[in-house]
């Protein structure tokens, strides 16, 4: 019998893509801090509601209601005409989605614009919409893949422009934070990489309700204990603002 042989496979857009984004990723000292929490009330409340909001949702309000109070989680690292920190006005939250693409799994990333100031059921809908909808009917994607096409010389010069270069910028095109969750498929990232200031991300929730919700740092933009402020203050607003809007719902349900 004749040996098997492997087979080359060239990069598909979206991977270029993720490519790019680990390569700026590598230059930023990224570093995760977790803190331990309960929502045994908001699972609760959720189940009750009318309308059964994501838990990305959930967090990604929460975070952006925390950004309003800490506002290094909007500001970001510019190293262009020199260093310095850039801070956003508002939150624009950079989900992570997979959807499948020409028979690849491939992660693009969604946008929601000042979290802080929508809805649970407004957010929820949206990342419903980014999750369901053809992939060439989002504008956002079909950029996305547009400029994964564009050959490298001239896709990470430009995105070291875009980074380094103009502060509103970066937030518009990139985000100023990422969410990326998969504790849906029963696992979750210690370390996720990204270009951006601050990435969150948080586990399975267990049955008594525990969870652990970390917060990924760029270490050029703020300290640790900022950031374990900032994960007190968020369990705080996840126990009152958020779960007041969802036992809204389902007063509202019942």
Request: net charge positive; hydrophobic share 45%.
């Amino acid at each position: 019998m004749g040996k098997k042989r492997g087979r080359t496979l060239p990069l598909t857009a979206p991977r270029r893509l993720i490519c790019d984004l680990l390569h700026f990723a590598r230059g930023v000292p990224s570093v995760p801090v977790q803190r331990r929490m309960n929502v045994a009330d908001l699972v609760e409340a959720r189940g009750r509601a009318a309308h059964r909001i994501s838990w990305c949702a959930i967090f990604t309000k929460a975070f952006a209601r925390t950004a309003v109070q800490t506002p290094e989680l909007r500001r970001a690292y510019l190293a262009f005409p020199w260093a310095h920190l850039y801070e956003h006005p508002c939150s624009i939250a950079s989900v992570a989605v997979e959807r499948l693409y020409r028979g690849e799994n491939a992660v693009f990333f969604a946008h929601l614009q000042s979290p802080e100031t929508k809805t649970l059921q407004a957010l929820d809908e949206k990342l419903r919409q980014y999750k369901t909808e053809p992939v060439e009917n989002l504008t956002l994607f079909r950029r996305a893949l547009a400029i994964g096409r564009l050959p490298g010389w001239l896709r990470r010069p430009g995105w070291w422009w875009l980074l380094n270069a103009r502060g509103p910028w970066r937030s518009a095109v990139a985000g100023t934070f990422g969410v990326s969750v998969y504790a849906g498929l029963g696992a979750e990232s210690l370390h996720p990489l990204s270009p951006l200031t601050t990435t969150l991300n948080y586990g399975v929730i267990q049955g008594d309700g525990g969870v652990t919700v970390r917060i990924t740092y760029d270490h050029r933009v703020m300290d640790g204990p900022t950031v374990a402020r900032a994960l007190a203050l968020l369990e705080d607003i996840l126990h009152h603002d958020v779960l007041t809007e969802l036992l809204d719902g389902a007063g509202r349900a019942a």
